[in-house]
């Protein structure tokens, strides 16, 4: 937390440090740069001057609802923002494990076209050796013609191994041409992969510095009681005896074991903390407390929410289950795992521990059921 916080100021878990997928190749940059940036303008409301007074007034501060609103857009432009950022991830480590396989594929090649090598090297060395002298000469000298006949009978055989050596010689050339040209290619998609993803990273992390530079602007007692409420959630707020309570039992059966076992698993998460581009076990965020809980159920689920969104069978509000996932905003941009009688739990964000909310409590996008 910056050194500006007042004391007794709560901690923000969306601060924690996150080794992102492929960070070795980022480029130090300057850590305080944006949290400067966020404070001179949110905290430097300017003086006007009188005109002919000299007497400086300060703008207004904005009210405690107006910050809650405006944090309220910075957390879900950040959480668009950790999607993309997932979806980087993921084309990053598709890129990888392709170019792994192509590069397996390019060795693999190589050796078949070095003993195509030495199979030719060695029929040009016999050939080399029995040079100038004509078929009938060898023959004439030769004390044992029986052999001699024998070992010409070998050499056209040899020559059609040779014929059969130079075709394998030249496939395996062009084989390596082709995995050296999808080598260039997906070398070329992975940098882009890592440059969005650390595009996507930086943006994130710009809006949660914003977000809480807002929040310096508030008072203590206004500070706890934004970060108390929770537009989507039901229940207490974060620093509250009951959000560290004891696992929830499920308001609902499911109608499978694995549905039954998703939404355990996703209850037993209530109160721990939301943390982008966690998936757990000690903090989430929506995607990743989704896909864990579904893999506790033994099935994989993709790491985005719109990914998400399509694996399983699509259901109506009305039909929703136990266990089926439900997303909200037109980009699928945020997802919560149903529980039952109207109510969902989900990592909702940076602040706000997973909790349970009502299903409506937020635009309704679409559902799925995972198989």
Known sequence: MAQHR???SPSYPWRRPFAAPGAAHRKPRSGGAVRTT???TLAGAASAAVAGGGTALADPQPGPDQVRSEIDTLHHEAEQATE???AANEAVARAERELERVSLAADSSTDRLNEYRRALGSHAAAQYRAAGMPPEVQLALSSDPDTYLARAAAMDRSGD????????AQRQLRDLEQLRAEAAELTEELTGARDRADAERDTVETKLAEAEALLETLTERERQRLLSQDAHATGPGPGTAASAAAPLAAPAPAAGPRAQAATTFALGQVGKPYGWGATGPDAYDCSGLTQAAWSAAGVALPRTSQSQSGAGTRVSRDQLAPGDLVFYYPGLTHVALYIGNGQVVHA??????????PVDSMPFAAATRPA
């Open 6 to 8: 007042k004391p007794g």
């Open 84 to 86: 993309r950022y997932h």
């Open 348 to 357: 909702s964000r940076p602040g706000t521990p997973v909790r349970t909310a």
């Open 38 to 40: 966020a404070t001179l």
């Open 161 to 168: 191994r040779q014929a059969d050596a130079l075709t394998g």
